[in-house]
């Protein structure tokens, strides 16, 4: 099912949690909403559940006619195509679907939580205590209205069948107390799984449990969304899991969304000073533009031609993997002074101290195989960013109606402690 | 039942009895404190607890029945189940409503809510009591309307079953809340999204997940509706045979020198308390690994 999200509110008192969201969604995709806490990602989510009621805004699903027709007789439709912004599209666009005659756009945005029929797996699992991991799962079914109740022997295979899916055959006689928390998760996701959803919703799925567990189950649910081929949303704050597993992700902060795009994307253009910092640990150098070029501040050589940037103060991001080692010939490299070294398996990380700003700046070598130079406390360096990204630091001041934004006090501050 | 899940609830039982050197005190410190909790125990709650049987059984077995076969006795002992009756149900609806309403939604005036089904815990029964008096006495404000409409509300059942209600109120509520703070809302919210309508999720979800913390609530509120004193002794009017509650019946019966009667109607709220205690106990033995399952957290 695809969905479109357009212009949705929440308020909880005084706090905003989402300031006008929009988003596309699009059939079969398996989308990460991620993001720090307190971002709105997780209200986000509930709100395509219909667990939140919102403050504005309007939430529509889009699906074949007939597909699923309990919902769409009961609810209004209006035909339209999903307005595809400049934003990266969907990864699994499908417009030949959209296209057919009986696709229908659904408002669903004043529809309970029972009509969206929805999949919502949620951080605790919220499994039935009192029930065997089989009358959990098959709790969805045995509550349908009579008429449309499978017997006990459709709805006992269902359950073997999903158990199979989930890998937990043979466990169906257990109490939730008597699981793991790998084992708890997988059975919340059988039990949503159980009542054929429109979509999965999955809020915080690796949120409780030890690492290996959550490599595991990771790789286990990117397996599960291709055979199953469920539109997936889950939501997070480990950029890593993030990245490993959606087709796309959505970096929300403070109620808003800073950015839309495949995994690539985000990791390789972030569009906002947000994204660049919640996605690894990027180094901000203080510059400015003047007469087309980009001066680093206490620097006196240009760093580069700054083409189209507008003139005045910026910050430079540039990542620890994305600067180079270059020779005393490179007259626009930036001088430093080796002040830290680390080995972190195949990574040599070096803390640098900028002889021009007395900045410190962090940047990750390949491990050296023994040939080549090893650096040592003290040693001269000259570093440059093979790839960067400039944002002015006016706007950031001035682009919080609140007056007061974390994100931009974090790159503020670090600035600073680096002069 | 599962034996691992059992073992469990049994082994910690074991180690903790002998073999746990930091907290093992010397012998004569651990008889000490032993024999203080006992001898207090034995003096204070078992020693008045066996005088009323010995009191009652004084006069030998034959004594003892034949005061149960007094028809005020056994008019009182009706009363005071008739009362117990409407009030444990009663407060049953309304805690869990109550509950439910403190424990899963934010409204204007939660606190002022949960401060007043205290009240009758913090005001005295006799308080309580005169309350009643004051409203539907001879002077009452309405008395006038009641009396027209309903009959007699003071010195008859309706009074004294308003008053146990008024003192067993906070009993059910109070039991369920914390428990259902502590489990939140998720369970439904889950149950909801599975289609489940909303008193399906009550039924299926949320009352298993309360049944103990609710039962136990009705225990306590059912002790303490038979047992009542002061309130229902305000409105009773003390009409024998009509308004005599089991408690009120004991002290009009101790007042006239009978004494062996008096102990044995006493004897048989002692037992109903005892009884009732048994009932809390086996039920918390029986369904050791289901209570422990409820109360685990993110399970």
Known sequence: ?419 | MNHAVKDAAFLPFEPLKQTNSVINEPRLVRWLLIAAALGFLSLFLLLPLLSVFVEALRKGAGAYFAAFSDPETLASIKLTFIAAAIAVPLNLIFGLCAAWAITKFEFRGKQLLITMIDLPFSVSPVVAGLIFVLIFGAQGWAQPWFGDHLGKVLFATPGIVLATIFVTFPFIARELIPLMQEQGTEDEQAALSLGATGWQTFTRVTLPNIKWALLYGVLLCNARATGEFGAVSVVSGHIRGLTNTMPLHIEILYNEYQFVSAFAVASLLALLAMVTLAVKSLLEWRYADQLAATHRSGG
């Open chain 1, 1 to 419: 099912m695809d969905i479109q999200i357009r212009g949705v509110q929440k308020h909880y008192g005084s706090f905003h949690a989402l300031r006008g969201i929009d988003l596309d969604i699009a059939s079969g995709e398996l989308l990460a909403l991620l993001g720090p806490s307190g971002s709105g990602k997780t209200t986000l989510l509930r709100a395509i559940a219909g667990l939140e009621p919102l403050d504005g805004g309007q939430v529509k699903f889009g699906d074949i006619e007939g597909e699923r027709s309990r919902f769409a007789s009961t609810a209004r439709s209006d035909r339209e195509r999903p307005a595809m912004d400049g934003r990266a599209g969907p990864a699994t666009e499908d417009y030949s679907r959209q296209g057919r005659p009986d696709y229908r756009w659904v408002d669903a945005t004043h529809l309970s939580v029972q009509e969206r029929k929805v999949g919502f797996v949620f951080q605790q699992y919220a499994l039935f205590k009192h029930m065997t991991v089989l009358d959990n799962i098959a709790f969805g079914l045995t509550v349908r209205p009579k008429k449309e109740r499978p017997d006990t022997a459709t709805i006992n295979k269902r359950v073997r069948e999903l158990l199979e899916l989930v890998q937990l055959g043979g466990l169906e006689k257990r109490y939730p107390a008597q699981l793991s928390g790998g084992q708890k998760q997988r059975v919340a996701l059988a039990r949503a799984l159980a009542i054929e959803p429109r979509v999965l919703l999955l809020d915080e799925p690796f949120g409780a449990l030890d690492a290996k567990v959550r490599k595991d189950l990771r790789r286990w649910l990117r397996s599960l969304h291709r055979e199953t081929g469920y539109t997936t949303i889950f939501v997070t704050h480990d950029q890593e899991e993030a990245l490993e597993l959606a087709d796309r992700v959505v970096v929300m902060n403070r109620g808003v969304i800073e950015q839309v795009g495949t995994t690539d994307e985000v990791w390789e253009v972030p569009s906002t000073p947000f994204v660049y910092d919640f996605l690894g640990t990027p180094n901000v150098l203080p510059a400015r533009v003047e007469r087309g070029a980009l001066l680093l501040n206490g620097a006196t050589a240009t760093l580069a031609t700054a083409g189209a940037e507008p003139e005045g103060p910026v910050n430079v991001y540039t990542r620890p993997n994305e600067l180079r080692v270059v020779g005393d010939d490179d007259a626009a490299a930036l001088a430093g002074k080796v002040i830290e070294t680390q080995r972190t398996g195949l990574l040599l990380r070096l803390g640098v101290k900028l002889l021009s700003s007395g900045d410190v700046i962090e940047i990750e070598l390949p491990h050296p195989d023994p040939a080549v130079q090893r650096w040592q406390i003290g040693d001269g360096i000259r570093v440059r960013p093979s790839r960067y990204s400039l944002f002015p630091r006016a706007v950031a001041t001035a682009a919080e109606e609140s007056g007061y934004d974390p994100t931009l006090t974090v790159t503020e501050h670090r600035a600073r402690s680096r002069v």
